[in-house]
């Protein structure tokens, strides 16, 4: 079965930079994507950024250049580097799977427990 744990999330000043992690078992890589997701106190989810099967990268208008979502080589951890955090980016991150094909992504499916991002 799908394992997700996240970690690196924390406190940071607006303006500095966070990396988010997420080691991830039991995914069937070309039929998955893998996502970034954010809950914000008292606001609905919502997607930061996803990778589809076939490696295409899709981000959240709001980021707007300021996040990168990865894999490493061995496709066993997702990362999302934060760059010029703002306030409203603080929220618990989950990281999150789910079906795809190609480059499109269907919904999601397993979440991992979150993370927590304060900025400050």
């Known amino acids: 079965h799908v394992q997700l744990v996240e970690s690196g999330g924390g406190s940071v000043q607006a303006g500095g930079s966070l990396r988010l992690s997420c080691a991830m078992s039991?995914?069937?890589?070309?039929?998955?994507?893998v996502k970034w997701w954010r809950q914000a106190p008292g606001k609905e989810r919502e997607g930061v950024a996803h990778?589809?099967?076939?490696?295409?990268?899709w981000y959240g208008i709001f980021v707007k250049g300021r996040f990168s979502i990865s894999l490493d080589n061995a496709k066993t951890t997702l990362y999302l580097q934060m760059n010029n955090l703002k306030v409203e980016d603080t929220a618990t991150y989950y990281c999150?799977?789910?079906?795809?094909?190609?480059?499109?992504?269907?919904?999601?499916?397993?979440w991992g427990q979150g993370t927590q991002v304060t900025v400050s």
């Open positions: 039991g995914i069937t890589f070309g039929r998955s994507c």
């Open positions: 999150v799977t789910g079906s795809g094909s190609g480059r499109y992504c269907y919904g999601e499916t397993d």
């Open positions: 990778i589809a099967p076939d490696g295409s990268t």
